[in-house]
């Protein structure tokens, strides 16, 4: 199977496009721009939902639910905001299909069920939640509210790719509304910070936390908090956002309260959202040529067991070990499969298993029988080792521990030597095109250098790092002051 | 709180809609026909989904994610589903908004962002599934595919009701594909047996299994199960559907698979799902004049414990003794919250408790510290009574259990004594209009005689019970031969 995969250094983009169909984690669907997320890789997204709720409920928000349209008045109150999305939404005119008097068995849009005001189906919910809060805002002892949504939005881009952009896709989003603008900026970080260690701890992709320009903000923010990862091929990949909204939305949707002195006070607020773009995240962080490669935590299989016989009577005699195995790893909470179909080869199985990212493959064949071993092999590393049977669980379970905390440190790793400071214009390029990664480069702090930069090499700031030195310097491009170095690179 | 509380028995409709809002379960939004599920709402619904998601990874399905849009093309291919949705579905014409020019500020739909073809608004996804499903399937060994959804629908319905009846509603909906036509029969009684026992033993909400009419039947399908409830007030609501498909689906969108002897086949299909209404339905089960009455299975809150005090030392002894019992209650995972808030007095939250549903309310006050006792209080039966502190853990643990039971044996009695046998269309409007709830009758099983009697009475069949007696009688209405009884009820 894996032999059909495109190599990553043949064509990254192809690698990657493969090797999320290959891996039945998503396809295209027949709606353009929409994706299929498959079984295979809704499990993993399962696991990120679980994880990312957990740590929401952990940290005092609730779920809700608001309605996926946004009536075409209210998505226009917030000026920026609507400016935004306006360019990429899709927009219901119509409550009614009707027979086509001119094409028997076809439907048409019915004329005469206009609806008197377009629904935008939401890019995002600011709108519609921010003019629900006014109903829920009275005075300070309302507040915070502290709302998370799971939800599906629209934006209709142009050009689509699975998971990484489609014009339909999954995510959470976080709404708080808050009494005081420290409280909201606490907030705000707080939720970077929640999504940080999820980032690292849990997917083990290594993130830079930091702020984004004024171009590169959220549409109706006063500042959005980021945290950027590294991919393999050297680009950056925005994983995730947190905005302080200040009072924007507050004042568009007239979200007042009272506070403890009686006096009416706008509504601070924040949102904060990851997405289903994560998946194309934790591809192209940890996958190789072979093809997934999934740290443990995400892993809908953490262990695949392979038996290697050749009669039935050989099959029956692994099973008998490989249950007992199987019921041990399950008390350790080790999720795993025996794959055990006879319409395969074990090299058939021992390739789809690659594909698929499964941490270990445990193998076991007549001389293992004899001998009372296994064999172990990583997915990540590629290599394998016999072990006895003794105390095998609590070694796989280990292992599987052992191969998360690799994984974030071989792309901790990648990352870190992929972070390179530059002095002038000539070596920014030089660096972008030869080695790519990060750029750490002065800059003057005006959109125009930005822009002119982009213009000119692609390269965006992907964020201003919250633990930059503060150091006086001449921006890369113009010369001008600089008060410390930003983070360019080119980016998904 | 609850004095503002409509009764049942002034208006059972506007008890319901008021009960719906004060409780926080959902309110109106400012989209028409679109509700906002609050967080406690939305905190019930979870509990549903996690329990019916473990009930189907139980019996073998998956999760998967497939788009909100279906092109227009793709939706009339199955011409009876099309024909069932085609009246009530949103309609995405466009693409992009922009700036209006006779009005500043103001955005407008731009007339050069036509979509090509026009995008149905999921009403249901067999149609975006089935398309799907033939690149899934090529020989009998990709079968069965048993796949299931959660998902936001809409529905262009015209007069909605909180989680009864709305333009967006969440819900699932299984997929599943099979080889023959036994297997899919069977899965969808699998599927309506397996909505039936959550009904009963998660929600406490007793059900009728049975079969639809060809008039009541889903837009596509060849039989639908269902499970039907009874209302307080005698109506009916149907609590889930499951389809056996046949190969209507499978011939729509070409979904063919070579079977074990290399012949082309067309696949066989099953659809089901379950809503939000079902929050509509758990209201309407269990609820009184004092506001919700929730099962403990379901209950965000199970135990609420309120402090009586007059003094900050009562509060702080009393607290000691709370805090010791909150940590027993949460070794055995009830869920418990400490209303200790100085701002509102016991009354109050007594109140707004009971509004809420909470299961058991626990109060101690300074005669308890003194008898080392506390009052312990059951939402559905409003009793209370004094225990000792020794041992009270495991007596709410099992008041719990017995409240769960409780509950289902009080509707399960309401719904016995509200099925009534009838033998003339005197009686059969006799027992609708004085008695309400399933009246039992012979028919002719004619779509004409069914239609006349709604006519006349507002009474649908609800379905032909799975387990009824297969007797000779003479249909109710125009005296033809019958060959057993079904139930008929007005409805939700």
């Not at 990862?229 to 007239?254: E, I, P, Y």
């Not at 193998?363 to 590629?382: H, M, S, Y």
């Amino acid at each position: 199977m894996s032999k059909n995969l495109t190599t990553r250094s043949e064509d990254y983009s192809k690698w990657y496009n493969e090797l999320v169909v290959k891996a039945d984690l998503a396809e295209n669907s027949g709606v353009r721009g929409c994706m299929v997320i498959k079984p295979y890789g809704y499990a993993i997204w399962e696991k990120m939902q679980a994880e990312l709720d957990r740590k929401f409920k952990e940290t005092g928000h609730e779920n809700a639910y608001f309605p996926l349209f946004v009536p075409k008045s209210m998505f226009e109150a917030e000026e920026k905001n609507a400016e935004g999305f306006a360019k990429e939404c899709a927009i219901v005119t119509h409550y009614r299909l009707k027979n086509d008097p001119d094409k028997p068995g076809k439907l048409m849009v019915d004329p005469n069920a206009k609806l008197e005001e377009e629904l935008i189906v939401r890019p995002t919910s600011e709108a519609i939640i921010w003019s629900t809060y006014k109903g829920w805002v009275q005075s300070y002892r309302d507040l915070p509210l502290l709302i998370n949504q799971w939800a599906n939005v629209v934006r209709w881009e142009m050009r689509t790719r699975l998971f990484l952009r489609t014009a339909e896709f999954l995510w959470q989003e976080g709404h708080t509304a808050h009494a005081t603008k420290d409280e909201a900026i606490e907030e705000s970080e707080k939720m970077m910070n929640v999504y940080a260690e999820f980032a690292e701890n849990f997917m083990a992709i290594p993130v830079v936390k930091g702020l984004k320009t004024e171009t590169e903000r959220f549409a109706g923010a006063e500042e959005t908090y980021c945290i950027e990862a590294l991919m393999q091929d050297g680009k950056a990949l925005q994983a995730g956002t947190s905005h302080f909204l200040g009072q924007n939305f507050a004042k568009a949707f007239d979200v007042k309260f009272a506070n403890k002195e009686g006096k009416q006070e706008y509504v601070w607020g924040t949102s904060w959202g990851v997405s289903t773009r994560l998946m194309g995240a934790l591809v192209m962080t940890h996958s190789d040529d072979k093809g997934l490669v999934l740290p443990p935590n995400l892993a809908p299989i953490q262990v695949v067991i392979v038996p290697i016989y050749k009669t039935d009577e050989q099959l029956d005699e692994i099973s008998v070990e490989v249950n007992v195995l199987i019921a041990e790893l399950k008390k350790l909470n080790v999720s795993v499969k025996y794959d055990n179909r006879t319409t395969q080869k074990p090299g058939f199985k021992f390739a789809e298993w690659e594909l698929k990212g499964v941490p270990v493959r445990i193998a076991i064949g007549p001389k293992d029988l004899e001998n009372g071993t296994f064999e172990v092999a990583r997915r990540d590393t590629l290599t394998k080792e016999v072990q006895s049977k003794e105390g095998i669980s609590t070694y796989i379970n280990d292992l599987l521990v052992q191969i998360q905390e690799d994984l974030f440190n071989k792309a901790l790793n990648y990352r870190d030597s992929h972070i390179t400071e530059v002095n002038s214009f000539e070596e920014f390029k030089e660096v972008l095109n030869d080695k790519g990664g990060f750029v750490s480069a002065h800059w003057d702090g005006t959109a125009a250098t930005e822009e002119k930069i982009k213009d000119l090499t692609k390269a965006t700031i992907r964020c201003i790092p919250l633990d930059r030195l503060e150091e006086a310097g001449s921006c890369v491009f113009t010369g001008a002051e600089s008060k410390g170095r930003v983070l360019f690179a080119k980016a998904y």
